[in-house]
């Protein structure tokens, strides 16, 4: 599978959270800070540049994007990804700061999920993915809960390796029951049916 990680520019002062050796490495706007900090150099650079306060290498490709543009920064870089063929995006440190951005960040996973690839997004605290029907598992992460929300209207789920199971159970989007689960087995199963779900691993 294809790797591509985007590193976004939520505040982050302990994000270190490395990629794959052979991802490809996306820097949207400030999120090249991000990467400078933990000694990364990303293969593409992009954004308006209205938020990245520092001088910037001519160690990648600079893609330069208007800042008034219906496409956020990370949504341009995404494209850019699906473009290239790449199947496996996370967008780290995308979590955090502004909940307009967070939130523009988890719609964002709904685009990649329209095009059948898979996404993630990463902070400092939570992992968060958005599901399209099927079959998925999760090992389980010491020292967070393991939340699950209904992204469509409703969306029916079979979870197994709980500490609460859910049974064909039609989750809907207007009631958090989801929420501050946990995975008690070393692998929670989990099943989606007729909808999009969003996962939430969050730190205790």
């Given at each position: 599978?294809?790797?591509?990680?985007?590193?976004?520019?939520?505040?982050?002062?302990?994000?270190?959270?490395?990629?794959?050796?052979?991802?490809?490495?996306?820097?949207?706007?400030?999120?090249?800070?991000?990467?400078?900090?933990?000694?990364?150099?990303?293969?593409?650079?992009?954004?308006?540049f209205d938020s990245l306060n520092?001088?910037?290498?001519?160690?990648?490709?600079?893609i330069t994007s208007p800042a008034?543009?219906?496409?956020?920064?990370?949504?341009?870089?995404?494209?850019?990804?699906?473009?290239?063929?790449?199947?496996?995006?996370?967008?780290?440190?995308?979590?955090?700061?502004?909940?307009?951005?967070?939130?523009?960040?988890?719609?964002?996973?709904?685009?990649?999920?329209?095009?059948?690839?898979?996404?993630?997004?990463?902070?400092?605290?939570?992992?968060?993915?958005?599901?399209?029907?099927?079959?998925?598992?999760?090992?389980?992460?010491?020292?967070?809960?393991?939340?699950?929300?209904?992204?469509?209207?409703?969306?029916?789920?079979?979870?197994?390796?709980?500490?609460?199971?859910?049974?064909?159970?039609?989750?809907?989007?207007?009631?958090?029951?989801?929420?501050?689960?946990?995975?008690?087995?070393?692998?929670?199963?989990?099943?989606?049916?007729?909808?999009?779900?969003?996962?939430?691993?969050?730190?205790?």
């Amino acid at each position: 599978m294809k790797s591509c990680w985007i590193f976004c520019g939520a505040p982050s002062d302990n994000f270190k959270v490395y990629p794959p050796e052979n991802a490809y490495i996306i820097a949207a706007d400030s999120g090249y800070s991000v990467l400078k900090k933990i000694g990364l150099t990303p293969n593409i650079l992009l954004g308006d540049f209205d938020s990245l306060n520092e001088e910037v290498n001519d160690d990648c490709i600079i893609i330069t994007s208007p800042a008034e543009k219906d496409d956020t920064d990370t949504m341009l870089a995404v494209k850019i990804a699906l473009e290239k063929g790449f199947t496996d995006i996370t967008l780290a440190s995308s979590i955090g700061g502004r909940l307009d951005h967070t939130y523009a960040n988890i719609q964002t996973l709904a685009y990649i999920a329209e095009f059948g690839a898979n996404g993630c997004m990463m902070g400092e605290n939570d992992i968060v993915y958005l599901l399209n029907e099927g079959e998925y598992s999760f090992d389980k992460i010491e020292g967070m809960y393991f939340s699950i929300f209904s992204y469509s209207q409703n969306v029916t789920v079979t979870t197994t390796g709980t500490k609460y199971n859910l049974f064909n159970y039609c989750l809907s989007n207007k009631f958090p029951l989801g929420v501050s689960n946990e995975i008690i087995e070393n692998v929670c199963n989990l099943t989606v049916k007729d909808g999009q779900i969003l996962v939430i691993f969050s730190k205790m």
